[in-house]
């Protein structure tokens, strides 16, 4: 059962083979507090906004990951997920871990989970999939356009958990780490014909794209120390609308206008070793 | 001797017919006299009439139509066309008539266009036909016939598309009281709704057709579209003036063209989104391994569109996944686009997919993949997968994680689409559950589903001594919408353990009316059980407050 965690005890040995588990070289950026990362802009008159968050747990003896979508003022989110390590209840009873991965809201699959190297590892992902958002209406100069909308997205997760156990428990530390690739892409389209013009708003719009993780240095008995690596694309993309109109004589549609609505180089976040500079 | 066959055909089915056959002018709020009507009363009064109309004969129309367009007074577009349309018509065994129409056109010599319609005994149309594989050009120039065939093919009152409205007053100033009030109140609607269209035309003259008379047919037309100050005004000008009635020796059985049905539409041309050519992504589809991002997911949609374009296309897409699965990237991209695409044929396929793939070991994983589309497509899932889904979520002996991840797509159709098959087996696996891995996943599938009838397993477990299945529990509330469960979601945020607070917030963030939980969120705010929980109450209040 792999959303919940695999109830095998934890050995010792994971005190000795853990050791690569969270002090990646990637992330150096660290922090004792949740970090996010979020844009805003306006398209077609409306809100658009992601925002990602990476923090510690509520019970902090784990990660989480969410990242929030605002399109053509609606909310939504995408992606959810977390790891956590569940202490025994027992002495005798080194705990589990648990991991969770949500898309729009809906709990997919996860796998068994699979033990490696001292760390316990969960990957989920999922194939491209959809999500539509409410028709909205539109007036592109003389016509009123309804929209169609939407976002095609692809995610996976890589989460972890490596326990450093050691007697008594006060000494012991939890390294947990949860790394979402997501990639989402807005897309607007409308359109209507009126014999001699017609008129459209189309086009595309990377919401996110790249990964963000955040690993933790969890103890027992102080405040857990949070790494962030990743680097995210942000809000890029053009927007358009054209209205055309038909030209009898050479028998084919003319541009007549043809505004570009939002159109944003977009923002590029880094951090933990990463670069958003490209040669 | 063809003639011989037709009029004795006509003849012997007329015989048969003429005894039952009523004129039945169909009820409408428009009564157009039958003298205004453009065809002549249909109703044959003798056989010489009905071999006069199973003769094969054409008619020749001069056609000119003006158009001008203007936004916000200024000029649009100024054009005029005109040509000769050429009417080949010819009766049908059902007292109706079937036509070929052809046109030339003066401007664009080379652009010519085809079409067949039918029309009832009542010369209503009954259908149009056109040419298979027209290019986008000789769609536009199949507008023009549509336009003319229209005209021709008077109704009494609405034609079955809605959009065409005829009145009997005949106006001769456009700007009179009646044409300002009719413009004034369709503003009003299209304020009210989305785009509309106004067609209003004056018949000056009274028309009849299959007589050797002259025909003079002059027409206006006025389109105001939107209700924005810069509206959009196209009014056009059309003349159809009949120019000949002969006998042909043209005989269109003969042709060798391929038919398709058509609707008739004022606007011939497609949505310039909505069609993809499966060639297109026939072509790109070896460089889905390779792309990723932005490009993959744009690719991604055109994959879909394609299939919506050319639904045949499904099957193409199947084998060409079931040709890589060995690449796990190129297949899980297949998958995505036959479940988001949602047919009931895309999910045969995907189900056929699943069985071929649980023959090996390699392809377990894409197995899963199906699976995890199921969970995440928008698509209503048919009956047929809905079952497979059923009855995998029970094997949970042959294969627990199968199982578990059926369970969890379960869920998913379930909020869709409830039905009661469904809630009553998710509530009686729930009622297997053996472990704690058990019941969480149960409980996702519950959370999953929305189902506020399952809300009593979801109570059940928020009694446990277990944290961490109260927090799931919890959580499976989020989308469930009663009173009930606002109560138990209010309730579990006063859980000591802080996970399942967390989870109550959580949950909170999805319902749709917050109302019932303003004086939790406020109390949370002001007094957080921890910072953390303070600073995600802060978060939803303030979604809250956007979303209003």
């Not at chain 2, 001797?1 to 056959?21: D, E, G, K, N, Q």
């Not at chain 2, 810069?230 to 003969?254: C, I, M, N, P, W």
């Not at chain 2, 998710?426 to 053996?434: D, F, P, R, S």
Request: hydrophobic share 35%.
């Amino acid at each position: 059962m792999g959303h919940s965690g695999y109830t095998s005890p934890f050995l010792l040995l994971a005190m000795v083979a853990g050791l690569a588990s969270i002090s990646s070289a990637e992330a150096t950026d660290s922090a004792s507090t949740g970090k996010t990362i979020e844009e805003k802009n306006r398209l077609l008159g409306r809100d658009l906004a992601v925002k990602n968050r990476y923090d510690t747990t509520a019970s902090e003896r784990g990660v989480e990951t969410t990242t929030d979508v605002k399109f053509l003022g609606k909310n939504r989110t995408l992606l959810e997920s977390n790891v956590e390590y569940i202490p025994g209840e027992t002495t005798n009873d080194p705990g589990s871990a648990e991991s969770d991965l949500y898309v729009g809201g809906m709990r997919v699959w996860t796998g068994k989970g699979r033990f490696e190297k001292g760390s316990f590892i969960y990957e989920g992902g999922i194939a491209p999939s959809q999500m539509a958002w409410p028709i909205v209406t539109y007036p592109l100069g003389p016509v009123l356009l309804q929209i169609d909308a939407g976002i095609s997205y692809e995610v996976g997760v890589e989460a972890r958990v490596t326990p450093f156990l050691s007697y008594p428990i006060e000494f012991s530390s939890i390294g947990a780490s949860v790394k979402a690739n997501a990639s989402a892409s807005g897309y607007v389209e409308g359109y209507a014909n009126f014999l001699v013009v017609r008129g459209g708003v189309g086009g595309e719009l990377t919401v996110l794209d790249g990964y963000g993780k955040v690993a933790a240095d969890i103890y027992f008995n102080q405040k857990p120390v949070l790494n962030y690596a990743g680097k995210l694309t942000l809000l890029q993309g053009r927007i358009y609308g054209f209205v055309d109109t038909f030209n009898v004589f050479g028998w084919k549609w003319k541009r007549w206008w043809n505004p570009t609505l939002f159109s944003w180089d977009g923002k590029c976040w880094a951090f933990g070793g990463e670069s958003c500079v490209a040669f | 001797m063809r003639r011989l066959l037709i009029v004795s055909a006509v003849t012997a089915s007329a015989a048969l017919a003429l005894t039952a056959y009523q004129l039945a002018p169909p009820s409408s709020p428009f009564v157009i006299p039958s003298e205004n009507r453009v065809f002549a009363d249909r109703t044959p009064n003798s056989a010489e009439e009905l071999i006069e109309e199973a003769t094969l004969f054409r008619t020749t129309y001069e056609f000119k139509r003006k158009i001008e367009a203007t936004l916000s007074g200024k000029t649009l577009t100024n054009v005029s066309y005109e040509g000769t349309l050429f009417v080949d018509w010819k009766a049908t065994s059902d007292l109706g008539k079937s036509a070929v129409l052809s046109f030339q056109l003066k401007q664009v010599p080379d652009q010519k266009a085809k079409m067949k319609i039918r029309l009832d005994r009542d010369h209503r149309l009954v259908s149009v036909k056109i040419p298979e594989g027209l290019s986008q050009a000789d769609l536009d120039a199949i507008s023009i016939l549509k336009d003319l065939v229209s005209i021709l093919a008077y109704r009494h009152g609405e034609d079955s598309t809605g959009k065409y409205r005829f009145t009997e007053k005949e106006t001769q100033d456009v700007s009179s009281k009646e044409t300002v009030w009719t413009k004034q109140k369709i503003a009003y609607e299209s304020k009210a709704l989305s785009m509309i269209r106004f067609l209003k035309s004056h018949h000056e003259t009274r028309t009849s057709f299959g007589t050797q008379t002259p025909v003079y047919f002059r027409g206006r037309e006025e389109t105001q579209l939107g209700a924005t100050k810069d509206s959009l005004f196209t009014v056009s000008e059309y003349t159809l003036r009949k120019k000949g009635h002969e006998e042909t020796a043209l005989d269109h059985a003969q042709d060798s063209t391929i038919w398709k049905e058509s609707k008739l539409e004022l606007d011939s041309s497609e949505n310039i989104f909505a069609r993809v050519d499966w060639k297109e992504i026939e072509t790109a589809l070896p460089l889905t391994g390779t792309l990723r991002g932005p490009e993959r997911l744009q690719f991604f949609r055109k994959t879909v569109k394609a299939l919506k374009t050319d639904p045949s296309k499904t099957k193409a897409l199947r084998d060409w996944i079931s040709r890589h699965r060995g690449n796990a990237k190129m297949a899980s991209f297949g998958i995505g686009a036959l479940a988001t695409h949602g047919t009931p044929e895309a999910q045969k396929e995907l189900l056929d997919l699943f069985s071929e793939f649980g023959k090996t070991r390699q392809t377990k994983s894409l197995q899963h993949t199906i699976l995890g589309s199921f969970t995440t497509t928008e698509a209503k899932l048919i009956p047929e997968t809905r079952t497979f889904l059923s009855e995998l979520a029970g094997q949970k002996e042959t294969d627990l994680d199968l199982a578990m991840n059926a369970t969890l797509a379960m869920g998913s159709a379930m909020k869709k689409e409830p039905t009661a098959a469904d809630e009553q087996r998710l509530g009686e696996l729930a009622a297997t559950a053996q472990d704690r891995e058990e019941k969480l996943a149960y409980l996702d599938a519950i959370g999953n589903s929305g189902s506020a009838n399952l809300i009593s397993v979801v109570e059940d477990h928020l009694r446990s001594p277990d944290a961490t299945i109260r927090e799931k529990a919890t959580f499976a509330l989020r989308w469930m919408e009663s009173e009930q469960a606002t109560g138990l979601i209010v309730r579990s945020f006063e859980d000591p353990d802080v996970r399942v607070k967390s989870a109550a917030v959580k949950a909170v963030s999805y319902q749709k009316d917050f109302s019932a939980y303003q004086s939790m969120l406020a109390t949370c705010v002001q007094k957080p059980a921890s910072e953390k929980i303070g600073d995600l109450c802060k978060s939803v209040a303030q979604a809250q407050h956007e979303a209003e």
